[in-house]
């Protein structure tokens, strides 16, 4: 018998400064500015981390990759999920992600030409397909202009 749980994270950064703007593992070149933040500040990625220690109340990516430490500067969010990814395999060997949904809040870029891409990264980065992986982009319609954050929840089961 197989036991579902769900997991959540939110993230989101200020923009600014002259790095890159990363969203789902996928660079971002229209933008005119990257984001301020301590790694590379893929706000979906780190995101889908906090969702994968919430599926089983593992804490957040903060109490693994502490900003306060150098180490983690500049760190790509990539390996941030493959470490997460690995911490929580070692707690349940069993677990199996089923699918994810992320919602996008950025004012600009647009950002649709990049979704399969985003999508597939995510994918592979826990061995699903892309098909499973749901990715919305809104605007904040000015609310949080100069801003970009994700929502992700996810679906994972016990086998």
Partial sequence: MSSFRIGYGEDAHRLGGD????I???QVPE????VIAHSDGDVVLHALADALLSVFALGDIGYYFPPSDPQWRDLDSQQLVREVYQLVHKHAPSVQIVNVAAVVIL???KLGKYRDAMRQCVAELLGIVQEEVGLTFKTSEGL???HVQARVSLLATLV
């Fill in 24 to 26: 789902a593992g996928v």
């Fill in 144 to 146: 949080a202009a100069g």
């Fill in 31 to 34: 933008s005119s500015t990257g």
């Fill in 19 to 22: 790095g890159k703007l990363v």
């Fill in 107 to 109: 004012d600009s870029p």
